[in-house]
């Protein structure tokens, strides 16, 4: 898959997962699909950018004597996802021609 278009999947599914509830880098990470790799690596520093944006909070829990980040999705990082979901009619017709011409 592309870098870009990845990229832009990325963001919307990290937001998905944390709009479902809040959660932290592990388990983001198994919940994303699989088909974009997601990895830890590639996810803090993603998770730092939509925070950076304003589309994400961190708070820290202690767990078994550590403490663990936990992301909470904002009113923006609703706006994007809801913005996102506005698109996807576009977004479909594209892969739809595109699919069309490569079939052709």
Same mark, same amino acid.
């Given at each position: 898959?592309?870098?870009?278009?990845k990229?832009?999947?990325?963001d919307?599914?990290v937001l998905a997962?944390?709009n479902?509830?809040?959660?932290?880098?592990?388990?983001?990470?198994?919940?994303v699909?699989?088909?974009?790799?997601?990895?830890?690596?590639?996810? =803090?520093?993603?998770? #730092? @950018?939509?925070? *950076? $944006?304003?589309?994400?909070?961190?708070?820290?829990?202690?767990?078994?004597?550590?403490l663990?980040?936990?992301?909470?999705?904002?009113?923006?990082?609703?706006?994007?996802?809801?913005?996102?979901?506005?698109?996807?009619?576009?977004?479909?017709?594209? =892969?739809?021609?595109? #699919? @069309?011409?490569? *079939? $052709?």
């Amino acid at each position: 898959m592309d870098a870009q278009l990845k990229r832009g999947f990325l963001d919307v599914c990290v937001l998905a997962s944390i709009n479902r509830q809040d959660s932290y880098g592990y388990q983001i990470v198994k919940d994303v699909p699989p088909s974009l790799h997601l990895t830890e690596s590639t996810l =803090y520093p993603l998770l #730092k @950018r939509l925070e *950076t $944006a304003g589309m994400l909070t961190v708070y820290s829990v202690e767990h078994n004597g550590r403490l663990r980040k936990y992301y909470r999705i904002t009113e923006r990082g609703i706006a994007y996802l809801n913005d996102f979901l506005k698109e996807w009619d576009d977004i479909a017709a594209v =892969y739809e021609y595109v #699919k @069309r011409g490569a *079939t $052709a």
